[in-house]
Structures are given as structure tokens and as C-alpha cells.
């Protein structure tokens, strides 16, 4: 099983895992290598991406949606380098996974955005980032 597959099915588990309670998944569709969330109340969609090099597909999308992503020191560039285009999303959750290790910390840059310092940006994503490990 290749990295993307083994990001993918544990999205898909933390996923279920989440709505336990709620049960509002119906069921996953897979779209390109990315997942479609079929929910009760509306679908989510979820970019699996374990190496990101554009964001330009995330930044575009309508909806709620997830960024899922392996977390290591290249990803989290990539974040910080377009972080005004994500931070515009208000639906949107970048999920930052160590599939090996079942790992995670979540960012919502739109929220992130609103109560942090722009100069102290990097260093709190980086602080964040440094509590999972490094895939």
C-alpha cells in the first residue's frame, strides 16, 4: 500500500471514528485518489494529498472540505507559502498525519488566521507541528 492509500484509509477511519455518535456518514466515495464524505446534512470533500506542491484545487473548492497531508517540514511550507489563499476558506481543515505513528494535529487557517500575529505565524505552526512526528 502506497503512502497516499495508507493517508486515505486512515482519514477514512478517523472519519467514522468522529461521527460515531453523530452518525451522519452514509457512506465514502473515492474521486480521483481523493475522498467524497456523503453525509446526512451536507458531503465533505477531502484532498488527500501526503506530498503538497499546489493548492490551487483547495483554494477553488466550494464547500466544506478537508486538506489531509503527511506531516513533515515540506507540507507545512507549502501551507505557509499560500496561506492567503487558504486562510480565505472559511470551510476549510488541513488535517496534518503521521499514518505510521496515528498521529495528527488539525489547522484551520481561516479561524488560525483571525486570532494569530501574521509574524508569528510561522512559529506557531512550527511549534504545532513539532508535537506529531515528522513523516
Known sequence: MDMREKL????????KNRD??????TGFEKVNGDILVKRTTNDLFV????????VDDVS???GPCVLAVLNNKRNLDVIIKNWDALSKKKELCVYFVNP??????????HTHNQITEKSALRKGLESMFSMVPSV
Request: zero cysteines.
Open 60 to 62: 477553488s473548492r466550494d
Open 20 to 25: 460515531v455518535f453523530n452518525r451522519i456518514i
Open 8 to 15: 486515505s484509509e486512515w482519514v477514512k477511519v478517523f472519519l
Open 47 to 54: 484532498f488527500v494529498r501526503p506530498e503538497l506542491e499546489r
Open 100 to 109: 505510521l505513528a496515528n498521529d495528527k494535529w488539525l489547522l484551520f487557517p
